[in-house]
């Protein structure tokens, strides 16, 4: 069974930065593309950024360009997304997201409060 588990969220100052992994079980993880997610109170949830199978395509959405990164280890099954310069505006439940075979997968989200 598809489980991804993501970990590495908390409150942080605006300003500051943050490192979100999410690991993956039950498929073969170099074989797809992964993406994260967030989602704020009372908004819709958002595509944040995208990689894709390896690594070497990337996307990002309009609101974290420039400021997030994504990245993956394949060999420990886990994609990464390395936030900067974060704003309140940031703070969100962060997922993880796969899809397998038409199946969309997700984590259980991680807290990031972005405050002073």
């Known amino acids: 069974q598809p489980q991804l588990v993501e970990s590495g969220g908390g409150l942080v100052q605006p300003g500051g930065s943050l490192r979100l992994s999410c690991a993956a079980s039950?498929?073969?993880?170099?074989?797809?593309?992964m993406r994260w997610y967030r989602q704020a109170p009372g908004k819709e949830r958002e595509v944040v950024a995208y990689?894709?199978?390896?690594?070497?395509?990337?996307g990002f959405g309009d609101s974290v360009k420039g400021r997030f990164s994504i990245s993956r280890d394949n060999a420990k099954n886990t994609v990464y997304l390395q936030m900067n310069s974060l704003k309140p505006e940031d703070t969100a439940v962060y997922f993880c997201?796969?899809?397998?075979?038409?199946?969309?997968?997700w984590g259980q989200g991680t807290q990031v409060t972005v405050s002073s």
């Open positions: 997201y796969v899809v397998l075979y038409g199946r969309a997968y």
């Open positions: 039950g498929f073969t993880f170099s074989s797809y593309g």
């Open positions: 990689s894709g199978s390896t690594g070497g395509t990337t």
